[in-house]
């Protein structure tokens, strides 16, 4: 492996907060999707799924169990043509193990895996009973998606500047520790406001935040600041369902209809889409979009294309992505609600396994999701980290 490809791996290693399990020999999952209806869970929670067929159905029929808002596809779809590659030898290495492209589907308990590069498909697989119509919950990559919103907001006057104050648009929280926070802070994580994202722990702050929104800025401007603002990075996702609501408040719209107008139609992602909202209120900057694999996978090319649509129409500002991905002073691997890798590459990233893997350098795009059996885990990362890592070798080269 190439120095290049290792560091990737190694960047990526270091992208979520890690807990420590060991992988048991497993069995392939399944839950049939023409009975998910019928077998909709009625206990637990997202936080507290892992490993049986409630969590898949959970998965895969968000909008059946919770507050959503429709997103539209239009008429025009961008298309991704199939130039299919051979992944018969394909292996990658963790630690002093070799593994192939069934060990990771099984392993790492896939859903869908989506591979684009220079716009084509070079391999599109599903397990867990999903297929290319399946919507699938995407966990925070939806941060990555209110980026991008707020950058539209930018480019189309709605909003200043990251530089603007957060109580600029959210005027609730004036008195509170977010009066000196500014849109740049919420949007790299380091508010300095207290914050608990334990999602192991259901008295965490995120297993525990109010679901109104309303409520919710109210228990946030309680909190305590442990920090000057900018300084240290701290996992928020009560303050990304902020940065949601700032751009709601902005645009004077909801993020449903603005990412259906800015991105989604004009960019031709191919099926209809959801998020999941605050209940009647606005929809959750921080997390839920449910979409098909091959939508995500547009998601990342729209990114890669630096947020501008195939007829040359800049929806977010020029630059934009440049510093949403350029790391913040609180945290090297994090910019505006991405990932990063350490070199060019960036990723959204959720708990329980999903993922968008994004290299403009090679021009590469890879989709996944997944139903880990634990929100997040050191060695499901390790083998996500390593299978980039290879398939971007074995393309490259």
Same mark, same amino acid.
């Given at each position: 492996?190439?120095?290049?490809?290792?560091?990737?791996?190694?960047?990526?290693?270091?992208?979520?907060?890690?807990?420590?399990?060991?992988?048991?020999?497993?069995?392939?999952?399944?839950?049939?999707?023409?009975?998910?209806?019928?077998?909709?869970?009625?206990?637990?929670?997202?936080?507290?799924?892992?490993?049986?067929?409630?969590?898949?159905?959970?998965?895969?029929?968000?909008?059946?169990?919770?507050?959503?808002?429709?997103?539209?596809?239009?008429?025009?779809?961008?298309?991704?043509?199939?130039?299919?590659?051979?992944?018969?030898?394909?292996?990658?290495?963790?630690?002093?193990?070799?593994?192939?492209?069934?060990?990771?589907?099984?392993?790492?308990?896939?859903?869908?895996?989506?591979?684009?590069?220079?716009?084509?498909?070079?391999?599109?697989?599903?397990? =867990?009973? %999903?297929?290319?119509?399946?919507? #699938?919950?995407?966990? @925070?990559? !939806?941060?990555?998606? /209110?980026?991008?919103?707020? +950058?539209?907001?930018?480019?189309?006057?709605?909003?200043?500047?990251?530089?603007?104050?957060?109580?600029?648009?959210?005027?609730?929280?004036?008195?509170?520790?977010?009066?000196?926070?500014?849109?740049?802070?919420?949007?790299?994580?380091?508010?300095?406001?207290?914050?608990?994202?334990?999602?192991?722990?259901?008295?965490?702050?995120?297993?525990?935040?109010?679901?109104?929104?309303?409520?919710?800025?109210?228990?946030?401007?309680?909190?305590?600041?442990?920090?000057?603002?900018?300084?240290?990075?701290?996992?928020?996702?009560?303050?990304?369902?902020?940065?949601?609501?700032?751009?709601?408040?902005?645009?004077?719209?909801?993020?449903?209809?603005? =990412?259906? %107008?800015?991105?989604?139609?004009? #960019?031709?992602?191919? @099926?209809? !889409?959801?998020?999941? /909202?605050?209940?009647?209120? +606005?929809?959750?900057?921080?997390?839920?979009?449910?979409?098909?694999?091959?939508?995500?996978?547009?998601?990342?090319?729209?990114?890669?294309?630096?947020?501008?649509?195939?007829?040359?129409?800049?929806?977010?500002?020029?630059?934009?992505?440049?510093?949403?991905?350029?790391?913040?002073?609180?945290?090297?691997?994090?910019?505006?609600?991405?990932?990063?890798?350490?070199?060019?590459?960036?990723?959204?990233?959720?708990?329980?396994?999903?993922?968008?893997?994004?290299?403009?350098?090679?021009?590469?795009?890879?989709?996944?999701?997944?139903?880990?059996?634990?929100?997040?885990?050191?060695?499901?990362?390790?083998?996500?980290?390593?299978?980039?890592?290879?398939?971007?070798?074995?393309?490259?080269?």
């Amino acid at each position: 492996m190439s120095s290049r490809k290792t560091a990737i791996t190694r960047a990526i290693l270091a992208l979520c907060v890690f807990t420590s399990f060991t992988l048991a020999a497993q069995t392939p999952r399944y839950a049939d999707p023409a009975l998910d209806l019928q077998n909709l869970p009625t206990t637990g929670s997202a936080l507290s799924a892992g490993g049986n067929d409630d969590q898949i159905i959970r998965f895969r029929n968000w909008a059946a169990l919770y507050p959503t808002r429709e997103i539209r596809s239009g008429e025009h779809t961008l298309a991704l043509p199939d130039d299919f590659v051979d992944f018969s030898d394909f292996r990658y290495n963790v630690g002093n193990q070799s593994y192939s492209l069934d060990d990771y589907m099984l392993r790492n308990h896939v859903g869908g895996l989506l591979v684009i590069k220079n716009g084509e498909i070079k391999l599109e697989r599903y397990g =867990l009973g %999903n297929n290319d119509e399946s919507l #699938w919950v995407s966990f @925070s990559m !939806a941060k990555s998606v /209110t980026s991008m919103l707020l +950058g539209a907001a930018i480019q189309d006057g709605y909003i200043e500047s990251v530089d603007d104050k957060v109580t600029d648009y959210l005027p609730r929280l004036k008195g509170s520790s977010y009066d000196q926070v500014t849109l740049r802070n919420v949007l790299q994580m380091s508010s300095g406001v207290q914050w608990n994202e334990d999602y192991a722990d259901l008295r965490s702050d995120v297993a525990t935040a109010p679901n109104n929104v309303m409520d919710l800025m109210r228990f946030l401007g309680s909190k305590e600041r442990v920090a000057a603002p900018g300084e240290v990075f701290n996992y928020n996702t009560g303050e990304t369902n902020l940065v949601g609501a700032a751009v709601r408040a902005a645009i004077g719209n909801n993020l449903s209809t603005y =990412l259906e %107008n800015k991105i989604w139609q004009p #960019w031709g992602m191919e @099926s209809d !889409a959801n998020w999941a /909202t605050h209940g009647n209120a +606005g929809e959750r900057g921080g997390c839920c979009i449910n979409a098909t694999l091959r939508d995500y996978g547009r998601l990342g090319m729209f990114a890669l294309n630096d947020g501008v649509l195939a007829d040359g129409t800049r929806i977010v500002p020029e630059g934009y992505m440049a510093e949403a991905i350029n790391p913040s002073s609180g945290n090297p691997g994090y910019g505006y609600l991405w990932w990063l890798s350490g070199d060019d590459s960036y990723s959204a990233i959720g708990i329980y396994g999903q993922g968008i893997y994004i290299n403009p350098e090679s021009d590469l795009v890879i989709a996944v999701i997944s139903a880990w059996t634990t929100a997040v885990g050191r060695e499901y990362s390790q083998h996500r980290g390593a299978f980039y890592a290879a398939i971007d070798e074995m393309l490259t080269d």
